[in-house]
């Protein structure tokens, strides 16, 4: 029986030298980078909530809004997007344990679209925060949140750029780390 070989499978590829050795195939890698993704999303989700938001529409009215956040300090302070956060008359934060917190808002800077919001619970996991300076393009990335409040949504992906700035509806510019 033939057996088909994948793009980029070297499994029967001498090593470089010419000796014979091992090489990871394509599926080897793949299964690698997922298993990487997998440690990663189990590690990461416990620090991630789910963040439900009212906030002034005017008139009187009230408009109901959904974001993502992570627990930094195991205290309950969490980062999330200002915009996010802005205008919020008040808020829950739940997360994947089942434990629900009113949010408070404690400071907010629309320049770079960050925002500390503060829960009355204790006993969080907090996410060890990296080094943005340490980015670099090409890298590979997770992100974990709530997109259109569904909770707990994981994605990978690869760093495209850095040191972008965006156009925001208030005339100001976001800079892109």
Request: aromatic content about 2%; cysteine-free.
């Amino acid at each position: 029986m033939r057996r088909l070989r994948l793009v980029g499978d070297t499994s029967r590829d001498p090593a470089p030298d010419g000796a014979p050795g091992h090489h990871a195939t394509e599926r080897e890698a793949l299964d690698a980078y997922s298993s990487v993704v997998t440690a990663v999303a189990e590690r990461l989700t416990p620090s991630v909530a789910s963040l439900r938001v009212t906030r002034r529409a005017g008139r009187g009215r009230r408009a109901d809004g959904a974001g993502s956040a992570v627990a930094i300090t195991p205290d309950g302070f969490l980062l999330t997007s200002a915009h996010v956060v802005h205008g919020v008359d008040g808020g829950t934060a739940s997360f994947v344990d089942g434990r629900d917190f009113a949010l408070e808002v404690v400071g907010s800077d629309p320049l770079s679209d960050l925002a500390v919001v503060r829960v009355a619970g204790a006993g969080l996991v907090a996410a060890a925060l990296g080094d943005a300076d340490r980015l670099r393009v090409g890298q590979l990335v997770v992100a974990i949140g709530n997109p259109l409040g569904l909770a707990g949504s994981v994605t990978a992906g690869v760093v495209s750029a850095l040191g972008r700035s965006l156009p925001t509806r208030a005339g100001s510019v976001t800079r892109i780390v």
